[in-house]
């Protein structure tokens, strides 16, 4: 499996042309559209290659739409910088331990929801793994070097494409379990994400968005290159298991099992019923306030967690935009028929 250090540069170029603003944004953030509580961050300042495209505030590099935070509201209280090109060079050398767990993912696929889970189950009992704060352990939102004094076995959730991962990540025996959601739930989850962030500065509506996300005009571009690119380079590899975001939903401790197989853990029937039950979506919704940084959110009850339903997507979607939806996946996902993503 070879990666590219960089993206296609005309894939790169396709995306510039797309923007709307064409002209780079070297405007100073709103702190009025920041600050949240009493807490003031530190200074806030735009990368160079802050763009609006489809509404939304991101930064390109490599081709890729990112969250529009190098160095913004997660670098709060640091005296530190960066921008996604130098983290990027980071990443691509990050030194990867035999026991790293790594959670990939496409943007609104349970990635917080599987991270509560495995942290849980590494801990083994019903209670979190208290060794590593959950944003911590998020790649893309600190300096790759604070990876390197977290205790083992660290738990890395990433949104990266395949091609974007570290060099070591296929190398190492580490493991990967990568999660797959039905893409029109995870569009409508991934409107209200992006309309409830700040940095962001998202005001459209969803049918606006539905375009941008057929498009891959959203953070992390394209879910059907992310999904298809992972799919047909792990597909068959040992260390990487695929988890489809409705049998967490619906079939939860089946699912929790082959999981804890896979990573190589024991759980009894009690440690998964403990489980089970702290890893609810309703649990972690109620106690979301301990994990999210309410700074991040235009609201003050913003969460990373929604509703976390299956088959929401039948509330937004028009028969002439799920028709288009099909025609779409059909095309794109073509040759990944053996993927099977569930649509609920």
Not at 162 to 177: D, R, S
Not at 313 to 326: C, I
Request: hydrophobic share 35%.
């Amino acid at each position: 499996m070879e990666r590219s250090s960089v993206c296609d540069p005309s894939v790169e170029k396709s995306a510039q042309m797309r923007v709307e603003d064409t002209a780079r944004e070297n405007d100073q953030v709103d702190e009025s559209r920041v600050n949240v509580g009493e807490e003031k961050p530190a200074q806030l300042k735009d990368c160079e290659t802050t763009v609006r495209i489809g509404g939304m505030r991101v930064q390109l590099e490599a081709g890729i739409l990112w969250p529009n935070f190098w160095p913004k509201l997660h670098m709060v209280g640091l005296e530190d910088s960066t921008t996604w090109a130098e983290w990027l060079e980071e990443a691509s050398h990050f030194k990867v331990r035999p026991d790293d767990i790594f959670i990939n993912s496409y943007p609104k696929s349970g990635h917080h929801w599987t991270y509560e889970i495995i942290s849980r189950l590494t801990a083994g009992s019903g209670g979190r793994n208290t060794t590593t704060n959950k944003m911590d352990a998020f790649f893309e939102w600190r300096r790759i070097s604070v990876f390197d004094n977290l205790p083992s076995p660290r738990l890395l959730l990433t949104h990266l494409p395949f091609h974007l991962m570290p060099k070591e990540a296929f190398k190492k025996p580490c493991k990967h379990i990568y999660l797959v959601r039905n893409p029109k739930d995870t569009a409508v989850s991934f409107y209200y994400h992006t309309k409830g962030l700040r940095a962001l500065d998202y005001d459209g509506s969803f049918s606006d968005f539905y375009e941008s996300f057929i498009k891959g005009e959203v953070e992390y571009n394209s879910w059907f290159d992310h999904v298809s690119s992972w799919w047909k380079s792990t597909k068959n590899h040992p260390n990487v298991l695929w988890v489809h975001y409705e049998d967490l939903n619906k079939k939860f401790i089946p699912t929790l099992k082959k999981m804890a197989s896979f990573l190589g853990y024991q759980a009894n029937d009690n440690l998964l019923q403990q489980i089970a039950e702290k890893s609810s979506f309703k649990n972690m919704k109620e106690h979301s306030e301990k994990h999210d940084l309410k700074a991040m959110w235009k609201t003050k009850d913003g969460t990373m967690f929604r509703k976390g339903q299956v088959g929401n997507w039948k509330e937004y979607f028009t028969v002439a935009q799920n028709e288009k939806f099909d025609k779409v996946y059909e095309d794109k996902m073509a040759d990944c028929q053996d993927l099977r993503v569930q649509f609920s």
